[in-house]
């Protein structure tokens, strides 16, 4: 287990960067990276999606804290838009952790590896909405919340690939959106440890350091280093334009997607 240590730490330190400054959640490198991680470790290939995507859920309720909470020191949060959507948010993670714990784990992968690819896609194009519509609509807050929460519940991430965009639709300026986001993000995390932890196979309770489908020392270690850079990812998110970072790091994801698809079917 100590050779995992240094990685985990890594992980952590880029996961709580990623989280403050996009606003993303991180769960889109943490979940390739588990999944890395646990066919190093010799886990049993069918278990691997729903343990990786259990425990980004878990190492995300421990970074994204610090991250919204800095956000919301910037005045980066918007709580009305918040109201209105985080009791779908919450109800439909659950749900989805106990769909995705019911699955075939190749069926599970294949999903990640789509979003994955599919998130990158979003970072490197930015397709954010031309047209902006200010109006708050609750009804619509409340089912957008669900059907974002229902898809990052299977992939184990944050929903800032889709949240960001949508709230800029809806008016908020970048830096609250991305604010907002994140703060989402922390109840789709909380609340999917929760399904993590309630729901998982049998089997999974017969690996050392697993609880439900949560491996506990990844999300000690990769979440507790988080915390700090978390802060100063979401501080540097309020300063400066990201294009750059943004687009290197999309560049990575597409790798990271290609090498899961190429595990699955190869």
């Known amino acids: 287990m100590i050779e995992t240590l240094i990685p985990l730490i890594l992980l952590g330190i880029f996961a709580g960067l990623l989280s403050g400054f996009f606003g993303i959640g991180s769960g889109i490198i943490l979940v390739p990276a588990y999944i890395f991680l646990f066919n190093y470790l010799n886990f049993p290939p069918e278990i691997i999606p729903l343990l990786a995507t259990g425990s980004s859920m878990g190492t995300m309720a421990i970074t994204i804290p610090m991250a919204s909470y800095t956000h919301y020191k910037n005045k980066n949060i918007n709580l009305e838009v918040i109201k209105y959507m985080f009791l779908a948010a919450i109800t439909a993670t659950i749900f ?12 599970l992968q294949i ?31 409340f089912l957008v919340g669900g ?9 184990g991430i944050g929903g800032g690939i889709l949240m960001v965009p949508y709230f800029q639709f809806r008016g908020l300026k970048i830096h609250e ?20 932890l309630l729901f998982a196979p049998d089997k999974l309770n017969q690996i050392d350091y697993v609880y439900g489908s949560v491996f506990i020392p990844a999300i000690l270690v990769a979440g507790i280093s ?16 990201g294009n750059s970072l943004k687009l290197a790091f999309s560049v990575l994801v597409i790798l990271v997607a290609l090498r899961i698809i190429y595990i699955t079917f190869i």
């Open 111 to 141: 999903i990640i590896a789509i979003s994955m690819l599919l998130a990158a896609i979003q970072l490197v194009f930015d397709f954010s909405p031309k047209n902006i519509n200010k109006s708050i609509n609750k009804i619509e807050l």
């Open 177 to 196: 959106a991305i604010g907002t986001s994140s703060l989402m993000g922390f109840f789709f995390a909380i609340s999917g440890l929760i399904g993590a």
């Open 226 to 241: 988080s915390i700090y850079f978390a802060r100063l990812g979401a501080n540097i998110s309020n300063r400066i334009d």
């Open 147 to 155: 059907f974002i929460a229902l898809i990052t519940s299977f992939v």
């Open 96 to 107: 989805g952790r106990y769909v995705a714990a019911n699955i075939e784990s190749s069926t």
